[in-house]
């Protein structure tokens, strides 16, 4: 770049050379700079720093040639590492952001989007050994929506997160064959169905599907969509995903490491195409941690249309962004609003200076009221909801960052305390409020139950935000003195954990109410089976052909024993007395105990440990095993019972080795277990780490189904059972609900056509004794 003739040198006292035009004493227009250390830059100068088109060497041998600003790359350019990578794209402050194209040295090339200098948004990379990718990226990793293709023709269509598969996929053999499956960090994790090569139930065999979703891409499709378009929307290039599982075994080849890519994987099905009949056969598997536990074999043309449909598409929880939402845009002005008010409000009360909580922050008349209009006012941004009234209620509660001094002893509704609800569950409002305002935003659940209320997830997982009826906000806000008193008496309470109550008035009039709560399945591991207990049967029960791994099961579903060290076992049950005596107090029935398991496949997963002196004895019985669990035998009295290998190890806890999932929010101090000598406990579960074992999260037990029920007066007979080893999630929900006279009235209906004790509906105190009556049967002490 030539320098006009009315440039001048200047050498500085460190060595610098600059030549070229000036303002004053500063560099401005044309002109070159030569550092001591031997870079050099030639271009635009603006009051003394790079500024406007230029190029720059360093003495590494790298360069860049485009747009600069503020003395930084800044705006479109080419950047050439010194270990020969070329950028091309947009940079800003020195970094790749923005949409870029990239060539690795090893011939590896990506192009989409980038975010202080690592791929994050949408993007396709294609490896130097034929592999690609398109989707999405976070950190450097493919995360979220993604189609991988392998250059032996396999094919992936699901979700990834850090790196590997992750959530509900659609895997494609180069054979034809396939199947639809969930994965944990990278492993088979769940139910799933395999459909061989030639099978005529096939992915776009239903025309009605085809209209309720975009069609699959094949894998011609796949390689007509790999171009480079950086642009194009990600929607565009993946399809739909759908849940399930298969049996395959994992051939790794390791990938460039620096790059932040999984490994590429291959998954081969050990010639079980042989074994069919004419393409009607699929595979129903279930699987733990990359573990194939259960098979049954299906002849898909005997079955009944809606059941092929169940057996291709495992009911999914719709996990959709907020710019997706049904039916027009109903629920999105909800979400909408919700988030500005919090962001507003939480923003608002946080800088308020300190002082002690008073029994007139309780109570709806304990709010704070703000107006929304859609342009924005003096108080509040413009928005693109429509306008709406926000009313946040009991704000000095529930606000966190605070250190109130105590409340007076006067105040018998409130227990004197020096912190409010969040800080009590160690929660401050930066995180609250990214984890539930951020830009990746909420997203929207199936309602469990029949209440008919909307549910949202925030986008990390930690809250759950639920639509209220006004009687059932009433309640909470006549509770919540007390609520607070006995989550400040007792630091590991089972009970919901709530962070807010809002309502939200639209501007056509509709009000609704929420309430933000802990999400108690926020966890690093996968719940394979919830279930909902109340303690009572009558109707406590799911059909059968409505249960997948979504569905949140019913007493009369349970079929397992429980069994927990000691110590665990105490901590249990005396938090469980104390909460449930808390709602009895306050007069709340139809509350539950939301309990996730988790199944850990074990170490030796086919061998059956026997006794010598039953070695015989056992070859003779029908003790039978049941994919790769044992069916394990309980003697009788004269008899050894048989132990199960383990996969779950309590050891003591070592805070700086321990994961921090799920957060402190969730659950208080860590456990003390009998069975390490009476000190605090930290789960090891294989593949994941040391988690912390605190009550209601990663509580180690033994899973126990019976499978025979026995003649007491027959002494040869054994008993069977399927033992799994567990990790249990569990905490008491839906405490809004008084016994009032509609629920009086209902009981007394209700008994008159079933046994009173079997119903729902029953007077607090007795409610409160089945509950725990129940719980003690599923959760039996151990001797």
Request: aromatic letters at 12%.
């Amino acid at each position: 770049m030539e320098i006009d003739g009315r440039g001048y040198e200047k050498i500085f006292p460190n060595g610098d050379v600059y030549f070229g035009d000036c303002k004053g004493m500063l560099p401005h227009g044309k002109g070159k700079y030569k550092w001591s250390d031997g870079t050099v830059y030639e271009g635009d100068w603006e009051e003394g720093k790079m500024t406007g088109k230029g190029k720059i060497f360093w003495p590494s041998q790298a360069t860049y040639e485009g747009d600069f600003s503020g003395g930084y790359l800044h705006g479109s350019g080419t950047y050439i590492g010194s270990d020969g990578s070329i950028y091309k794209g947009s940079f800003k402050m020195s970094s790749e952001n923005g949409i870029g194209k990239k060539q690795y040295p090893n011939s590896d090339v990506y192009e989409g989007s980038w975010r202080e200098g690592v791929r994050e948004g949408s993007g396709r990379y294609a490896w130097s050994n034929g592999n690609i990718y398109i989707g999405h990226w976070k950190n450097g990793k493919m995360s979220g929506r993604g189609v991988m293709k392998w250059f032996n023709g396999d094919l992936f269509d699901g979700v990834w997160s850090n790196g590997l598969r992750h959530g509900s996929g659609f895997y494609r053999f180069g054979d034809g064959s396939y199947y639809l499956g969930i994965w944990t960090k990278g492993l088979k994790d769940g139910p799933g169905t395999f459909y061989p090569a030639g099978s005529k139930c096939n992915l776009e065999g239903q025309e009605d599907k085809r209209k309720k979703r975009p069609p699959r891409n094949s894998s011609t499709d796949l390689e007509e969509s790999l171009i480079p378009s950086v642009g194009r929307s990600l929607s565009k290039i993946t399809s739909s995903f759908r849940r399930g599982s298969g049996r395959f075994s994992l051939k790794t080849s390791s990938l460039d490491d620096d790059l932040g890519c999984s490994s590429s994987v291959t998954e081969t099905h050990g010639g079980e195409t042989d074994l069919l009949d004419n393409g009607t056969v699929a595979y129903e598997r279930q699987y733990v941690q990359g573990v194939l536990i259960n098979e049954r074999v299906r002849n898909i043309s005997k079955l009944s249309h809606k059941t092929k449909e169940r057996l291709k598409f495992a009911k999914e929880v719709k996990r959709s962004s907020c710019f997706d939402f049904f039916e027009g845009q109903r629920s999105y002005y909800l979400m909408l609003s919700l988030q500005l008010g919090i962001r507003c409000t939480v923003g608002k009360i946080t800088p308020v200076p300190m002082r002690e909580v008073r029994s007139s922050d309780f109570g709806q008349q304990a709010r704070i009221r703000m107006y929304f209009p859609r342009k924005g006012s003096r108080l509040t941004p413009a928005h693109y909801s429509t306008n709406f009234y926000w009313k946040d209620y009991c704000p000095m509660v529930f606000r966190s960052e605070s250190e109130a001094a105590c409340l007076p002893d006067t105040c018998a509704a409130v227990v004197t305390a020096p912190w409010n609800l969040r800080e009590l569950f160690k929660l401050n409002a930066a995180d609250y409020m990214m984890s539930i305002c951020g830009d990746d935003g909420l997203r929207e659940i199936s309602s469990p139950g029949k209440s008919g209320s909307l549910f949202y997830v925030s986008h990390d997982d930690r809250f759950v935000i639920k639509t209220l009826k006004k009687s059932e906000l009433k309640v909470l806000l006549k509770m919540l003195p007390h609520y607070y008193r006995h989550v400040k008496a007792h630091d590991n309470t089972l009970i919901t954990k709530f962070f807010g109550a809002h309502r939200i008035t639209l501007g056509h009039g509709k009000e609704v109410r929420f309430v933000v709560m802990g999400n108690m399945f926020f966890t690093e591991v996968r719940i394979h089976r919830r279930y909902d207990l109340k303690g009572s049967s009558q109707g406590r029960f799911t059909n059968k052909d409505e249960i997948d791994e979504s569905t949140t099961l019913k007493d009369l579903d349970l079929t397992y024993e429980f069994h927990m060290d000691r110590l665990l076992h105490e901590s249990l049950f005396r938090q469980l007395s104390l909460d449930s005596a808390f709602l009895e107090s306050q007069q709340i029935i139809d509350y539950s105990l939301l309990l996730g398991l988790h199944f850990s496949a074990p170490e030796h997963l086919k061998s059956l440990l026997e006794h010598p002196d039953s070695l015989h004895k056992a070859e003779s019985t029908d003790t039978a095993v049941d994919g790769d669990y044992e069916l394990i035998a309980e003697i009788q009295p004269t008899r050894e019972l048989l132990i199960p290998p383990k996969s779950l190890l309590l050891v003591t806890h070592e805070p700086g080795s321990v994961s921090p999932a799920p957060g402190p929010h969730i659950r208080g101090s860590t456990l003390r277990a009998y069975s390490i000598g009476n000190k605090e406990a930290d789960l090891y579960l294989p593949g994941t780490g040391r988690l912390r074992v605190q009550l209601g999260v990663n509580m180690p037990a033994q899973a126990n189904h019976k499978l025979v029920q026995v003649d007491e007066t027959d002494s040869s007979e054994a008993e069977l059972f399927e033992v799994y080893d567990v990790v249990l999630y569990l905490g008491i929900i839906d405490i809004l609900q008084e016994y009032n006279l509609k629920k009086k009235l209902e009981h007394t209906y209700k008994s008159t056509k079933f046994d009173p004790m079997s119903i729902s509906v029953l007077e607090p105190k007795l409610y409160s004794k089945r509950f725990i009556d129940f719980l003690h049967r599923i959760f039996p002490l151990q001797p």
